[in-house]
């Protein structure tokens, strides 16, 4: 079954941190551009970092720059999200994502395969 299963999300304090995992099956995740999207509570689906699958480079959008960094292990299958010094804004659903396509465009949506998502909740 292709499949993308979310884990590692919980509620943590400000200033905190969490490690996502997101593990592929049904396909080889190599072959993919995939990452990370979050939605709030009422605001839009946003993106927040993904891995280009030709080169390895990453992305991040500007409001984690320096606190999130992605990772992918190849021979696990598996993509991570290390998010440190957590702040309440960024509490949201967060989505582990595929797309075949470059990163500039993941990053407006062209995403064929989305998990179904883990809680991040930050708060004190």
């Known amino acids: 079954q292709v499949q993308l299963v979310e884990s590692g999300g919980g509620l943590v304090q400000p200033g905190g941190s969490l490690r996502l995992s997101c593990e592929a099956s049904?396909?080889?995740?190599?072959?993919?551009?995939i990452g990370w999207f979050r939605q709030a509570p009422g605001k839009a689906r946003e993106g927040v970092s993904c891995?280009?699958?030709?080169?390895?480079?990453?992305y991040y959008a500007e409001f984690v720059k320096g606190r999130f960094t992605i990772s992918r292990d190849n021979a696990k299958n598996t993509v991570y999200l290390q998010m440190n010094n957590l702040t309440p804004e960024d509490t949201a659903v967060y989505y582990c994502?595929?797309?075949?396509?470059?990163?500039?465009?993941?990053?407006?949506?062209?995403?064929?395969?989305w998990g179904q998502g883990t809680q991040v909740t930050v708060s004190s």
């Open positions: 891995t280009d699958h030709s080169d390895d480079s990453t």
């Open positions: 049904g396909f080889n995740l190599e072959y993919y551009t």
């Open positions: 994502a595929r797309g075949p396509t470059a990163p500039k465009l993941w990053f407006l949506g062209q995403v064929d395969l």
